[in-house]
Nanobody, 122 residues
Framework: QVQLVESGGGLVQAGDSLRLSCAAS?????MAWFRQGPGKEREFVAG????????SYADSVKGRFTISRDNAKNTADLQMNSLKPEDTAVYYC??????????????????WGQGTQVTVSS
């Protein structure tokens, strides 16, 4: 059983940057960040394969967010630049037991963090 712990959320203004970090208690394979805004379904933000050769992004964050990982430290980070009010959500880290792909659907992931709040004011 892998435990995931997110950190780095907060309150920022539009145009600012934040860096989220996810620490895993053990080895993980594909990792991803999802977010869930008020009254919305959980949605895929970004994902990365174990070796880092495959990265995927939601269209809404392409060019602004960057996902990376450090397998030696069992961490995955999400650098968020040019933040917009519509980025406001609880951000969740997720991982899965296989690395054959980086899926977009939450049900494909085995482990989840508790979430960290990101609020972007206009």
């Amino acid at each position: 059983q892998v435990q995931l712990v997110e950190s780095g959320g907060g309150l920022v203004q539009a145009g600012d940057s934040l860096r989220l970090s996810c620490a895993a208690s053990g080895r993980t394979y594909a990792m991803a960040w999802f977010r869930q805004g008020p009254g919305k379904e959980r949605e895929f933000v970004a994902g990365i394969s174990w070796g880092g050769s495959i990265t995927s992004y939601a269209d809404s964050v392409k060019g602004r967010f960057t996902i990376s990982r450090d397998n030696a430290k069992n961490t995955a980070d999400l650098q968020m630049n040019s933040l917009k009010p519509e980025d406001t959500a609880v951000y969740y880290c997720a991982s899965r037991d296989t690395d054959t792909s980086v899926p977009y659907t939450p049900k494909e992931y085995n482990y989840w963090g508790q979430g960290t709040q990101v609020t972007v004011s206009s």
